[in-house]
């Protein structure tokens, strides 16, 4: 996959992970590029969020870090003293400050980012930098995804979006202007100014990672970086750059919940026919999240009255009795009530494929959402029982 | 266990449950008995809530008729009739009016109630009716529950308060006044007006099956009804009363969080030092909802990682870097960050047991909650991704 002009990449093995797989990744732009991001909204934040915000403040950066293994989260002064560390050696290596030099984590949380491994390993991470080192990267970030997650869309005048990012669990990201242990990162060699590009990042966050969701829990270090290099030469609108950032994002996130622990199946839910679209994204992300409906989801059981119910807790008023359920053309639903029982097996027919959309059409106002989710079954409680162990 | 007196209970096979165990049940007064109720506050309610709600305006009754194996929930009309059907025949085999017969069902979403298999077991179900047949209501209102709740108080001048009640999964009751699938009787042969138990009876939910989740899913057929005899001839004080009806609640709240689907630990959640106690229940919900936590728990992992960043994303406002984080008596999170290996080995100990508290200490004000959790392991998925099929 052909990087945007400007950006080199590399990866290596710091030993932050115990079993000994590439952790340490490494993005560089060959000169300053206008850098934007967004970041979670927990109020627990890792010390790379931390250090990564505010190095964001100047809208420009020519690196970014990362690590698996360790999130460096819930560590105090001596995490934060550690993603100095780490950034300042491999700044050192180089050559550039290391206020440019943007830093992301994921792992375990509560352990100290191991610094000294990092600094070790910097000649050889910026060693390993090159401009087919985007799939080493991609690699080097993962934890617990099956695979690394790629994407890419074109622009006008020859310039391109990449992005590249990880997450399986606890996945629910809620990222806010200036704000997502999903890691993503979008370079592009489109020219942009700073404070388009973190409006165009926002904007294209808000319709894909933060409508997404795997188990509902909201990470320490959910991190959006975006990197332009400018080097394509192409001046590309924002709309064109928001369809392009959109594209991509979305199809990182459908990515990441199909690759959500333990899940056999990306539902597709549309939530229609509400007030407004606020409300129609609040019943949406309450049915996404509930447990009964994605157990469901793992039987392959057209369980409808879940999927009533979960949207009767979200506190959006509708009329129970108008809803209209589909499970991809199937209606289940209509007026409140079954359609019957052929509907219902024809409808667990598609529910048994990897991906199909669900309908909850509640009312007849103009309030629309979309949100992915994922099935939750055994592998989801085998990996986040023994994570740690 | 004895009863309180002026109350007769039964139970019969009325074969809705395809398993042929006993499903229908009955406890009548008497005598017309004060009666207070609180219900489901999910917008999508079952027809016996929407019935028993509308009944209990008049402040009295004579009697609950309990079916399960079918919630007759998103059934529109239809399944109106059928509870009305249901209650007809009961009130008429007892010589009562159809108004003085409190419904409530439990079971399948979205099936009609089978009202002639009720009435068709009607007779029976009275000729059943016993001081001593409170075994077979509490067994009789069962769904995946592992065993029957019951818990009693005495009160002074020999009344007593006596709770059975139904629940496993679908457990996150949101009852407000008047309005909760788990399903909660009380009866007491104390003297006590229909305003003053409707009160009694709602701040005692609110502390206590309000203070409770076993998945976050807030059913479409929780009901708590009291109804009070008088026959003790002891008239107690509302203190009083609340005091008992506080326990009651409160032990057959634990029953269900132990008995929670696929659960092998209650976690006693205590959230502390918040700015109010609004917020630190709020904060409490959220950590006792996160998947991340319970499959934790199921873990045995003390994973302070995740309880930290669960209460992270409640949306109240604390310092992490002043977080307390206890395991019983064992401190494995000071001033934000690990107390260390030693004390989480100590912690995990603890963690292995049936029963514990965990302790988050957000600050140094005065607001404090309490709530109830479970963890979640494969049988939770095993219960609810098969539970219709």
């Known amino acids: 996959m052909r990087p945007p002009l400007g950006f080199r990449f590399g990866a290596v093995s710091a030993h932050i992970r115990k079993d000994g797989r590439i952790d340490l990744a490494l993005a ?19 010390a790379p969020v931390v250090v990564a915000e505010e190095r964001l403040r100047s809208g420009v950066a020519r690196a970014v870090l990362v690590n698996a293994g360790c999130a460096n989260a819930c560590t105090g002064d001596a995490g934060l ?26 792992g375990v949380i509560g352990a100290v980012l191991p610094s000294e491994k990092i600094a070790s ?14 799939d080493g990267f991609s690699r080097a970030i993962l934890t617990t995804d099956r695979g690394p997650k790629l994407a890419r869309a074109e622009l006008p005048g020859g310039a391109s979006v990449l992005g590249v990012a990880k997450g399986a669990g606890m996945i ?18 489109a020219q942009v100014d700073p404070k ?17 969701s795997v188990d509902g829990d909201t990470s320490t270090n959910d991190s959006v970086i975006a990197l ?26 459908r990515a990441m919940v199909a690759d959500g622990e333990g899940a056999n199946h990306v539902c597709e839910l549309v939530i229609e026919g509400l007030g407004s ?56 639903v209509r007026g409140g009530v079954a359609v019957g029982g052929e509907a219902e097996r024809e409808a667990a027919k598609i529910l048994a494929g990897a991906s199909y959309t669900i309908t909850l059409r509640l009312g007849s106002g103009p309030g629309r959402a979309r949100y992915l989710t994922s099935d939750l079954g055994h592998s989801y409680v085998d990996v986040n029982a023994g994570y740690r162990s």
């Open 28 to 46: 560089v732009s060959d000169d300053d590029a206008v850098a934007a991001g967004v970041f979670t909204r927990n109020l627990v934040r890792a």
């Open 81 to 106: 003293r550690a993603t100095l560390a780490s950034t300042e050696s491999v700044a050192q290596a180089l050559g550039v400050a290391s206020e440019s030099v943007l830093p992301a984590s994921t």
């Open 121 to 134: 390993a910097a000649e050889a991470l910026v060693g390993s930098l090159s401009v087919d080192g985007v």
């Open 172 to 189: 629910h990201p809620d990222l806010g202007p200036p704000q997502a242990t999903m890691l993503a990162f979008l370079f592009t060699d």
């Open 196 to 212: 388009a590009l973190a409006g165009v990042l926002d904007r294209a966050c808000q319709v894909t990672f933060n409508a997404a």
């Open 228 to 253: 332009a290099s400018g080097k394509s030469g192409a001046s590309v609108s924002e709309a064109e750059l928001e369809a392009a950032f959109t594209r991509v994002a979305g199809e990182l996130a």
């Open 277 to 332: 679209d606020a409300d129609a994204r609040t019943v949406a992300r309450t049915v996404a999240t509930s447990l009964l409906v994605k157990t469901a989801l793992f039987g392959k059981d057209a369980n409808w009255g879940r999927l009533l119910a979960a949207a009767g807790r979200a506190g959006v008023k509708f009329d129970p009795n108008v809803a209209e359920i589909s499970v991809g053309p199937v209606a289940i």
